[in-house]
């Protein structure tokens, strides 16, 4: 029997495979530390990044500064630091956080109309706050609707308004722009309109203040609505876990829907 040869390169895949396991455990090794909390509690400050305005949830002003930075205020003093906000202007101009054209150095936290998508989830760790935004109908507790309405449109900042337009075209509505609340108020009570589309939000706060005037998600299809975050840096895992912790202590005491309420936001559902 002719003796048996083992070739040199019979091992080769198994040393290539040891090997590039070792390099990996020594690479993990060398991750830097996650110090987004640790960091923040040394410098006893939150850096946040918000637009100029962004009603209801950045508004500019400082005694009713908006959803937002009411909740960041909420959050930080209940972690024992203090809130610096930094307003963007490139956060009001686009939608779009790639192109804010932020860093770590100006901010720790992003929020003032963050919208919690893939795409956004893509750039930023996002912690959702339950609220979402979208068109709201307001109408007559008495109404009895017609196949073709007349509908006053107050715009929305950050809404749809071509979807919407191409649905009130379809329907044949009648559409009347408004430029305020108090001109919307004015259309359906004086019957220029039978029903009024406005925010969510604005649509419920106004219901609200009235007995004879109803309010609700406007429903069709082609609508869609908003669910807002904050936003977190990547790898900022422990700031983000804490934020996540503190919102939780909100939401089961009560505090996050009371801050809800006063800017007339909605929950998700």
């Not at 972690?79 to 901010?107: E, H, Y």
């Not at 929305?156 to 509505?173: T, V, Y």
Request: one cysteine or more.
């Amino acid at each position: 029997m002719a003796p048996r040869f083992h070739s040199p390169f019979r091992w080769r895949p198994v040393v290539i495979n040891v090997a590039v396991v070792s390099l990996l455990m020594f690479g993990l090794s060398y991750v830097p530390a996650d110090t987004s909390l640790s960091e923040i509690q040394r410098r006893g400050t939150l850096r946040v990044c918000i637009p100029p305005s962004r009603p209801p949830l950045v508004t500019g002003d400082p005694t009713y500064p908006g959803f937002d930075v009411a909740l960041m205020l909420e959050l930080s003093e209940s972690m024992g630091i203090t809130l610096k906000t930094r307003v963007v202007s490139a956060m009001g101009a686009d939608f779009n956080p790639r192109n804010w054209r932020l860093s770590r150095s100006q901010c720790d936290v992003i929020a003032g109309g963050i919208v919690d998508s893939e795409e956004t989830r893509g750039f930023l760790q996002t912690l959702p706050t339950d609220v979402q935004m979208g068109w709201g109908v307001i109408r007559p507790n008495t109404l009895v609707p017609e196949p073709r309405e007349s509908v006053a449109v107050l715009p929305a900042p950050g809404l749809d308004r071509l979807a919407l337009s191409q649905i009130l075209r379809a329907e044949k509505a009648d559409v009347v722009l408004v430029r305020d609340e108090a001109a919307l108020i004015a259309a359906l009570t004086t019957g220029r309109a039978r029903i009024g589309l406005a925010d969510k939000g604005i649509a419920d706060r106004l219901a609200q203040d009235r007995t004879d005037l109803t309010s609700g998600w406007f429903k069709a299809e082609g609508v869609t609505r908003q669910s807002f975050a904050l936003g977190f840096w990547k790898g900022d895992v422990e700031l983000r876990r804490a934020f996540a912790h503190a919102l939780s202590d909100m939401d089961e005491d009560g505090r996050l829907d009371d801050l809800r309420s006063e800017y007339g936001l909605p929950a998700a559902d």
